[in-house]
């Protein structure tokens, strides 16, 4: 039996799309700032904590639901002292934007993000953590579970999206996305910062004060967050972790393992062995 203090992860071949994430005892768990591909929505079971987002910060508790839109950088830690358990779910934007076109919910099959961070609203909460309850259970069927996925997200995107309204205001383009974006592309490689810099025209210190104000990462943890979510991809096709850890660029696999905890909260190994219908 798992211990309650180790993370569940719960994937099924036949719903490739979404990844469900279980924590009961989490009060020690701690995250870097990091980012996911997926859309991502959380569910906090029991106990407080600090929700950054995109630079903003909330505070959350038993009751709250949490939104992460893909590569926006976010980090959730318990407050001290205080007790903490959730559901994660991380879903592949392009099924769950054709899911809102194919219902009549959005106009185009493009992702489009979301504009809230938390919603407190009990029938969602609730019916959230249900829905994660029949995804983990075994008495349902892929298709019942697909329907019940479905039906879920349709709700909820019809309450999100009406309060969407307005247009988001434009900023100016930043440089530092180009800089990302060659990080994104290039993680493997181990180009040096000085390099880097003169590259996009910086100097070394105002790119690495820069970049941390913006994406709340310095380049060097941005380009490891990078590796991390390579890794997680090949774990979750079996590779051996030793394989993983050279094949996305770390030294060694207690290097891999020490990084990849700091971003996930669960072992190599431990994300590895999912909780499988």
């Given at each position: 039996?798992?211990?309650?203090?180790?993370?569940?992860?719960?994937?099924?071949?036949?719903?490739?799309?979404?990844?469900?994430?279980?924590?009961?005892?989490?009060?020690?768990?701690?995250?870097?700032?990091?980012?996911?591909?997926?859309?991502?929505?959380?569910?906090?079971?029991?106990?407080?904590?600090?929700?950054?987002?995109?630079?903003?910060?909330?505070?959350?508790?038993a009751g709250s639901l949490v939104f992460m839109n893909p590569n926006v950088v976010h980090a959730?830690?318990?407050?001290?002292?205080?007790?903490?358990?959730?559901?994660?779910?991380?879903?592949?934007?392009?099924?769950?934007?054709?899911?809102?076109?194919?219902?009549?919910?959005?106009?185009?099959?493009d992702w489009q993000n979301t504009h809230l961070d938390t919603l407190t609203i009990q029938s969602?909460?609730?019916?959230?953590?249900?829905?994660?309850?029949?995804?983990?259970?075994?008495?349902?069927?892929?298709?019942?579970?697909?329907?019940?996925?479905?039906?879920?997200?349709?709700?909820?995107?019809?309450?999100?999206?009406?309060?969407?309204?307005?247009?988001?205001?434009?900023?100016?383009?930043?440089?530092?996305?180009?800089?990302?974006?060659?990080?994104?592309?290039?993680?493997?490689?181990?180009?040096?910062?000085?390099?880097?810099?003169?590259?996009?025209?910086?100097?070394?210190?105002?790119?690495?004060?820069?970049?941390?104000?913006?994406?709340?990462?310095?380049?060097?943890?941005?380009?490891?967050?990078?590796?991390?979510?390579?890794?997680?991809?090949?774990?979750?096709?079996?590779?051996?972790?030793?394989?993983?850890?050279?094949?996305?660029?770390?030294?060694?696999?207690?290097?891999?393992?020490?990084?990849?905890?700091?971003?996930?909260?669960?072992?190599?190994?431990?994300?590895?062995?999912?909780?499988?219908?």
């Amino acid at each position: 039996m798992t211990p309650s203090t180790h993370p569940i992860f719960w994937r099924d071949a036949a719903l490739p799309y979404i990844e469900l994430r279980q924590v009961l005892e989490g009060e020690r768990v701690r995250y870097s700032p990091h980012t996911h591909q997926e859309w991502s929505i959380g569910a906090v079971l029991n106990g407080q904590s600090e929700f950054c987002c995109d630079g903003r910060l909330h505070q959350v508790k038993a009751g709250s639901l949490v939104f992460m839109n893909p590569n926006v950088v976010h980090a959730c830690n318990p407050r001290q002292d205080s007790p903490w358990a959730y559901y994660m779910m991380h879903i592949e934007p392009s099924w769950l934007a054709n899911v809102l076109y194919q219902n009549g919910l959005r106009s185009e099959l493009d992702w489009q993000n979301t504009h809230l961070d938390t919603l407190t609203i009990q029938s969602f909460y609730q019916d959230f953590v249900a829905l994660c309850q029949a995804l983990m259970s075994h008495q349902l069927t892929v298709l019942e579970k697909e329907g019940l996925l479905i039906d879920y997200f349709v709700a909820l995107f019809h309450y999100l999206d009406t309060r969407d309204g307005g247009e988001e205001t434009l900023l100016p383009p930043n440089r530092l996305y180009l800089v990302a974006s060659y990080l994104d592309q290039h993680c493997l490689e181990e180009m040096s910062l000085d390099l880097i810099s003169e590259k996009f025209g910086y100097s070394t210190s105002y790119l690495v004060r820069a970049f941390k104000r913006h994406f709340n990462m310095t380049p060097h943890a941005y380009r490891l967050n990078r590796r991390v979510q390579l890794g997680k991809q090949a774990l979750k096709q079996g590779q051996a972790i030793s394989s993983v850890a050279q094949t996305v660029g770390f030294s060694d696999q207690a290097h891999f393992q020490r990084v990849f905890k700091q971003r996930v909260a669960a072992t190599p190994d431990q994300y590895r062995r999912s909780m499988s219908s």
